[in-house]
């Protein structure tokens, strides 16, 4: 079911009735020293109700962002026409300015490329920068070919000025990025800390944390499985790995495997349940990314353990 507001389409949370057919030991083990909490020692809506919470993110801000390979995309096709476009707009001027001034023109158009991409659109700009400037702004004009030798120092210093400033600018933009990604995440954690705090429901903190893991991992849906562990699915793990290793795997960087990933909330060696994270077929999640997400479902699993706290039952 879906609300729309203010122009926007809105997916709503789905309750679901599930019914418990399974009988016998768990098919998912838990690790040594956990224990799978009862089901009556949690509370819940008569009826014994799963919160099935799928998402594909945050519909309002991700709909108008553009994801990482897109944005490599057009930086890369702006490297190689953007400068074409700037040494085509020179030509009427080619012979009342200096081929240096041209040049500088030219490196002006490689550094905006590389804030908006990376190193190697930043590259590829300063050589399709060097290559029209040749063919359109020095002599013979409109040939590969370079007469004077003043104009060949130029088109050597164009080029070597041009990689060595977009690399810095796509450095810059890079820190910046990570800058904003880091304020982001510290402010997810601390939220999340104060609503745990304030005594809200576990529910309440499923249905903060669901959305914030799905824009922090760039996942296509996320949900929470509250009860048995079912399957063998692959796992991420306290330390941010994940197991198995996943085949394009290293310590900082990762793409999560192509089927549905369990993150487990788990409290004093207690199991409460489960998010599975659907990942995005590609994209490479950072590790300090995936320590994010870990706290971020520890600090689930202290919403339960405070409910679980208050019952005279709880096993010490």
């Known amino acids: 079911m879906r609300v729309r507001f203010d122009g926007v389409s809105w997916p709503l949370l789905t309750w679901t009735r599930t019914v418990d057919t399974t009988a ?3 098919t998912n083990p838990l690790p040594a020293g956990h224990r799978q909490l009862p089901a009556a020692s949690v509370r819940r809506p008569a009826g014994r109700r799963t919160l099935e919470a799928v998402t594909a993110g945050r519909r309002g801000r991700r709909c108008t962002t553009l994801s990482p390979l897109s944005r490599e995309r057009i930086a890369l096709a702006a490297a ?17 300015i200096s081929g240096a001034n041209l040049a500088l023109v030219l490196v002006v158009a490689v550094v905006a490329v590389a804030a908006i991409g990376s190193r190697l659109a930043g590259a590829v700009a300063a050589l399709s920068a060097t290559v029209w400037f040749d063919y359109f702004l020095t002599e013979p004009y409109e040939r590969f070919a370079i007469a004077a030798n003043t104009d060949v120092l130029t088109a050597v210093l164009l080029l070597a000025v041009g990689l ?3 690399q810095l600018a796509a450095r810059a933009n890079r820190l910046h990025l990570i800058t904003v990604t880091d304020a982001d995440q510290l402010s997810w954690i601390h939220r999340t800390t104060q609503l745990v705090q304030s005594g809200a429901a576990p529910n309440q903190v499923v249905n903060q944390v669901r959305p914030e893991l799905v824009d922090l991992l760039h996942l296509r849906g ?5 009860g048995r562990l079912l399957g063998r699915p692959p796992r991420l793990e306290p330390d941010g790995s994940i ?3 996943p085949v394009h795997w290293s310590s900082q960087a990762a793409e999560l495997p192509d089927e549905d990933v369990e993150l487990r ?4 060696g207690v199991y409460y349940g489960r998010f599975m994270l659907t990942p995005t077929p590609g994209h490479a999640v950072p590790l300090q990314s995936r320590l994010v997400a870990v706290t971020l479902a520890d600090q689930v699993a202290e919403a339960f ?3 679980h706290a208050t019952r005279p039952d709880r096993r010490t």
């Open 265 to 268: 909330v788990c409290a004093d």
């Open 305 to 307: 353990d405070a409910v």
């Open 164 to 166: 060595a400033v977009s």
């Open 222 to 226: 996320c949900r929470f499985e509250q």
């Open 243 to 245: 197991t198995p290793k």
């Open 24 to 26: 016998g030991p768990a």
């Open 80 to 96: 190689i026409f953007g400068p074409l476009a700037v040494a085509g707009v020179l030509i009427p001027f080619r012979t009342a």
